[in-house]
Structure formats: C-alpha cells, structure tokens
C-alpha cells in the first residue's frame, strides 16, 4: 500500500494531532464503554505484532454493521494495522 506524497504542513499537523492524541485516547478508551457513540479498536501491530487498542468514534451503523471512520485515512496506523493482517485492506475514498 503506498501512501501519498505529504507535505511539510501536513506533517506538523499531524504531530499536533499526535502529542494531543497521546492524552485524549486514554480518555477516551475508557469512555468507550459508557458513551454509546465510541467504540475499542483492537488491532495486532503490524510491525510489532503487540495488540493495539484505539478508541473511535462509530459511524453510522448498517444493521449490524457498524462504519467506522478514519480522520487520517490510511496515514492512520490502525488503518496500516488492519492492512497489514487483513486479507481485504481498507478502502480510501
């Protein structure tokens, strides 16, 4: 999977989103079980191979089919996680 050209904008940006992320995502791990809106994540890293767990907010739901939304799209590292162990690799639309 190859990634697009990023530019120097778009990568403080996303070290931004990331220190702020360091914080929020514990809070938000363990919100996931009383708010109805967020849910746990759980991967296996694909470097790694440690279990990762992040917290997302749910999308619209499809019967019994949750869509799950990736801010970062495939920049993501879950998304690379699920890529990487998947044998259908998410979609970037």
């Known amino acids: 999977m190859r990634c697009s050209a990023v530019t120097s904008r778009e990568r403080t940006k996303r070290r931004i989103a990331k220190v702020y992320w360091r914080f929020a995502n514990p809070l938000a ?52 996680n699920i890529a990487a162990d998947s044998p259908c690799p998410p979609q970037d639309s």
Do not use: D
């Open 29 to 80: 791990r363990s919100a996931a079980g009383f708010a109805p809106c967020w849910v746990v994540l759980e991967t296996k890293g694909h470097r790694s191979g440690k279990r990762r767990q992040v917290p997302l907010a749910r999308g619209p739901m499809n019967g019994s089919t949750a869509w799950l939304i990736s801010i970062h799209g495939l920049h993501s590292a879950y998304a690379r």
